[in-house]
């Protein structure tokens, strides 16, 4: 039951990852001029549910909260500042396209393209710099919790914080790989010059790449969830972060339905409104 | 209270003071743009289906911007569960995870599909199926705000749950949880309070325009409907939900109201306060006006019952913060009271057909659109009693001097 919810939680954060990159990947590509008069690059297009991405994250987070407790605790509270940080690049890009749209003028929309496209390469670069620091390993004590500076001297030794040279490089690594996600997504939605059938199989291929990376990723570490640098037995595992039988069994009672329904009408409103 | 903790608490309060004000707003919008599509649908003539289209396009407009910003103001919501409260989150995520992630997996994602539909879709889709997206809207935002009740209201109430020989607190019953009795009533209260809250923002900018001379004629639909709605909304919000709300409060933590209704000393017949400043140090009211005897009908439906003082209750239990507490309680139901009158009198003009001429009402009806979100003010100072409540849980079941409720970033 913990390793069904295990690989639930990954495959929603994963879908996440998948929705939401090509919305950071895309707009990075407005600092190419050429993308810039393609007409899909403008950060708010009116039929754009870039919102929607978004749900994956939270419907993501509070799976996990039910499911693995106590990982949620520990790993949230350890990551204060880049969480803290990470919401703070969440809130500029959200208001940034909706708020982008609502005066026409010269100095008005470019200071929120800007915000959104600053806001998302940092993310991309902190979404990354999480994943490094999840599989390396976090000093966890005896109580379950750890705190480590956000950085110290970037050099990874021992005393490494949460951002040093090895944790940065996987975090441009996300940058690049969610780049080229939106790039591909872009190209899928252009007309020309590529043909429709190759731009897709592009994209599906950058989506099932950034799957496997991340459940790669994910399986890597299993059992443990948080793998603890200071002594192994202080790990979080699948076992001991996991919530009550009760409640994970509970759960997929409404889990399935719930994301059953959530494609049913994703489906629906994606034929709607992108059929053409 | 040591320094993390005031910085923890006061984190906490102002993410959910300042997310709280949008999703109010857009559930009770919710309802009243459902309101005028179906007025639209149903109209007799062109020319009047075309106006209440047009009135809700409108609506829809300011909804999906304040549905944007309550969204990436809820998402530090979420994550600051665990970020500030830690410990709490470890013990009690198996409960209370479970209505979190209920509403971002069964309801957000219904509510944030339709509203793509309802705001973009009005061209693509036939009225009787933009129709029906602002009723999956306003089901979607209403099932979502039933989610997050729930896990305040076990907060407030824990219900369904035993603690595990690990010191983790389990689920054992989700009919329990999400059937909580005081998930019901706080639920029915909060959710009239955001058509409160829609229906004063529309009436006052109905007042505006109709004031102003401009868009006269979706100014006088727009105040019909806010005061149609919010008077109707203003009493239900008292009686039952407000009413029932108390007597839940005066059975399940009598605490709390003493330390709100500022009742130092058990007394029978308890009076009830209408203006008083609590010290706690000297314990009596400063400067009390009050009303003999109501406390006790409102609590036990009884003019000499008896209603327990703080006196009652160990130091311990009291709230951390009675002044904070007692002062946002009774300045809800001042409030209260003053948009109850307002809706009232603006009622009384509107069923004798002279609400458009009156210049009095529609200027105090924005005023009032202002006061109606500081109403809602109530429950940060819930906030501070969740850790006493919370704790007062576990103290009696672990014994008291278990250091549970320590937050802070690393569990200090």
Known sequence: METLWFCLVAIMIAGYVVLDGFDIGRVLCIFSSRARTLKNVPCSLPSDPSDGNEVWLLAGGGTLYFAFPALYASSFSGFYLPIMIVLWLLIVRGISIEFRGHIASPVWTPIWDAGFAGGSLLLAIFYGAALGNVVRGVPLDASGYFFLPLWTDFRASSSAGILDWYTILTGVAALLALTMHGALWIAMKTPAPMSGLSALLAFLSSCAYLVGMLTSAAFGVYPLLLPASTDPALSLTVANAAAGSYGLHIGLAWFIPGMLLSAAYATFTYRRFFAD | ?412
């Not at chain 2, 019952?305 to 904070?324: M, Q, S, T, Y």
Request: hydrophobic share 50%; aromatic share 12%.
């Open chain 2, 1 to 412: 209270m040591n320094s993390a903790l005031a910085m923890d608490r006061l984190q906490f309060a102002f993410t959910v003071t300042f997310h709280y004000l949008f999703p109010q707003l857009t559930m009770g919008l919710a309802l009243l743009i459902f309101v005028l599509k179906t007025m639209s649908l149903r109209a007799a003539s062109e020319s009047l289906r075309e106006h209440y289209a047009g009135a809700a396009r409108f609506w829809i407009k300011i909804f999906a911007v304040n549905f944007v910003t309550g969204v990436v103001t809820g998402i530090p919501m979420e994550f600051q569960f665990s970020t500030n409260w830690a410990q709490f989150s470890r013990a009690a995520g198996g409960v209370i995870g479970q209505p979190l992630a209920l509403e971002g997996v069964d309801s957000f994602f219904l509510e944030s599909t339709f509203l793509g539909l309802v705001v973009y879709g009005e061209k693509r889709l036939t009225p009787r199926l933009h129709w029906f997206s602002s009723l999956a809207l306003f089901a979607g935002s209403w099932l979502s705000g039933y989610f997050i009740m729930v896990t305040d209201a076990w907060m407030q109430h824990p219900v369904g749950y035993r603690i595990a020989p690990n010191g983790m607190i389990e689920l054992t019953s989700i009919r329990d949880l999400l059937l909580n009795s005081w998930a019901l009533w706080q639920y029915m209260h909060n959710m009239i309070a955001a058509v409160v809250t829609g229906s004063f923002v529309v009436a006052a900018l109905g007042a505006f325009y109709v004031l102003s001379g401009r868009h006269q004629g979706y100014g006088r639909t727009f105040l019909r409907l806010g005061v149609v709605a919010g008077t109707i909304a203003m009493v239900l919000l008292i009686l039952p939900a407000g009413d029932r709300q108390g007597r839940m409060i005066t059975a399940y933590q009598p605490a709390t109201l003493a330390a709100m209704e500022g009742l130092f000393q058990t007394v029978q017949g308890a009076p009830i306060v209408l203006v008083g400043q609590p010290d706690t140090e000297k314990l009596p009211l400063d400067n009390p006006i009050t009303v003999p005897k109501v406390l006790s009908f409102l609590t036990c439906q009884r003019w000499t019952a008896e209603v327990k003082g703080l006196n009652e209750f160990p130091r311990d239990d009291w709230p951390d913060n009675i002044p904070l507490l007692y002062f946002s309680y009774q300045i809800m139901v001042g409030l209260g009271t003053i948009l109850l009158a307002v809706m009232a009198l603006a009622a009384i003009l509107l069923a004798r057909g002279r609400l458009d001429d009156s210049r009095a009402r529609p200027p105090a009806l924005a005023d009032i659109r202002r006061d109606a979100h500081r109403g809602r003010h109530f429950p940060p100072s819930l906030i501070g009693q969740r850790t006493v409540h919370t704790a007062r849980l576990h103290g009696s079941l672990h014994g008291a001097g278990d250091p549970v409720f320590v937050p802070g970033p690393a569990g200090d």
